[in-house]
């Protein structure tokens, strides 16, 4: 079992930055960041394949989120920056090794692993 320990979520006015940590007790093929707003599904932030680094952005946050990962393949970061209010949600981390890197879209179905949940809350 890999476990996910995220953290670094939190609140901040808008335009302003925040972190996100992720870090798996193993190495990992594929580790991505989810977000659910409430009412609102589930939704593929980022992800990034550990052989190339290979990312994904969602439209809505290209060219202000970066995701990254530690040499070691265990602990992936979500730079975020000019934070808009439409950022608002719980962010899950999600991981696997059992699979390979799937590119395009992620999808929930092609994670093994989560994490607990990190609340981001951005204010107008």
């Known amino acids: 079992q890999v476990q996910l320990v995220e953290s670094g979520g939190g609140s901040v006015q808008a335009g302003g930055p925040l972190r996100l940590s992720c870090a798996g007790s193993r190495s990992l093929t594929s580790m991505a960041w989810f977000r659910q707003a409430p009412g609102k599904e589930r939704e593929a932030v980022a992800s990034?394949?550990?052989?190339?680094?290979?990312?994904y952005y969602a439209d809505s946050v290209k060219g202000r989120f970066t995701i990254s990962q530690d040499d070691a393949k265990k602990t992936v970061y979500l730079q975020m920056n000019n934070l808009k209010p439409d950022d608002t949600a719980v962010y899950y981390c999600?991981?696997?090794?059992?699979?390979?890197?799937?590119?395009?879209?992620?999808?929930?179905?092609?994670?093994?692993?989560w994490g607990q949940g990190t609340q981001v809350t951005v204010s107008s």
């Open positions: 990034i394949c550990s052989n190339d680094g290979t990312p």
């Open positions: 999600a991981a696997t090794w059992l699979r390979r890197c799937s590119l395009g879209v992620p999808s929930p179905g092609n994670f093994d692993y």
